[in-house]
Nanobody
Framework: QVQLVESGGGLVQPGGSLRLSCAASGSIFSGYSMGWYRQAPGKQRELVAVITSGGILSIGGSAKGRATISMDDAKYMVYLQMNSLKPEDTAVYYC??????????WGQGTQVTVSS
C-alpha cells in the first residue's frame, strides 16, 4: 500500500499561480511515477503533469507552457507549479502514484478555485 498526502490549493486569482505538493509513503519500490490529474464538475479526470522516477515528463495539453512538475525522489515527493491560471483551471486536483504491476494510488484531492 502507498499513502499520499497532498498540500496546497485554495483560491487563486486569475493570472496567479499555484503550487501543489504530494508526499508518498509506504511500500515504494524503484520504478514509479507521480503526478497530478484534475477533475472539473461534469468533466472527466484529465492529466495535468506526470513525472517518472527516471525523470521522464508528461504534460497535459491544457497545462503545456504553464505547468512545471518536479520530484524529490529521496523524499518521494512531487511538486506542481502552475502559472497564468484561468477560471477554467478550477477543479479538484488529485495526486497520483503508479508502480508498474504494483498498483495505482490516488490522493483525496485538493480544490483549486480560480476566481476574482
Amino acid at each position: 500500500q502507498v499513502q499520499l498526502v497532498e498540500s496546497g490549493g485554495g483560491l487563486v486569482q486569475p493570472g496567479g499561480s499555484l503550487r501543489l505538493s504530494c508526499a508518498a509513503s509506504g511500500s515504494i519500490f524503484s520504478g514509479y511515477s507521480m503526478g497530478w490529474y484534475r477533475q472539473a464538475p461534469g468533466k472527466q479526470r484529465e492529466l495535468v503533469a506526470v513525472i517518472t522516477s527516471g525523470g521522464i515528463l508528461s504534460i497535459g495539453g491544457s497545462a503545456k507552457g504553464r505547468a512545471t512538475i518536479s520530484m524529490d525522489d529521496a523524499k518521494y515527493m512531487v511538486y506542481l507549479q502552475m502559472n497564468s491560471l484561468k477560471p477554467e483551471d478550477t477543479a479538484v486536483y488529485y495526486c497520483n502514484f503508479r508502480q508498474s504491476g504494483r498498483g495505482d494510488y490516488w490522493g483525496q484531492g485538493t480544490q483549486v478555485t480560480v476566481s476574482s
